[in-house]
């Protein structure tokens, strides 16, 4: 079983970036479509972003397209979520997950990291 865990999150101004890592514990870690989510207090969790296994194949939702950006790195076992421009809007809880496929469901993935806080002042 993958265990995972987020680092990166933090406080950043409107306009400036963050790099989120996932780090993966167990020897599966390539065999998982990874996704990154978020939670912003009082709404739903929504999706961000998702890799294939390969790391060829990538998606995002609408609202991040063009200013993040999902990597993988299968040898260190770890996901990775560029953020660039980042607005108020963005500040949530983000999330890391694994999945056996790809999707942007939430209830999909049988995986979840503890989350890591963003905070984005404007």
């Known amino acids: 079983q993958v265990q995972l865990v987020e680092s990166g999150g933090g406080l950043v101004q409107a306009g400036g970036s963050l790099r989120l890592s996932c780090a993966a514990s167990?020897?599966?870690?390539?065999?998982?479509?990874m996704g990154w989510f978020r939670q912003a207090p009082g709404k739903e969790r929504e999706f961000v972003a998702a890799?294939?296994?390969?790391?060829?194949?990538?998606y995002y939702a609408d609202s991040v397209k063009g200013r993040f950006t999902i990597s993988r790195d299968n040898a260190k076992n770890t996901v990775y979520l560029q953020m660039n421009s980042l607005k108020p809007g963005d500040t949530a809880v983000y999330y890391c997950?694994?999945?056996?496929?790809?999707?942007?469901?939430?209830?999909?993935?049988?995986?979840w990291g503890q989350g890591t806080q963003v905070t984005v002042s404007s």
């Open positions: 890799i294939s296994w390969s790391g060829d194949s990538t």
């Open positions: 997950a694994a999945a056996g496929i790809i999707t942007t469901a939430p209830g999909q993935y049988s995986i």
């Open positions: 167990g020897r599966t870690f390539s065999s998982y479509v």
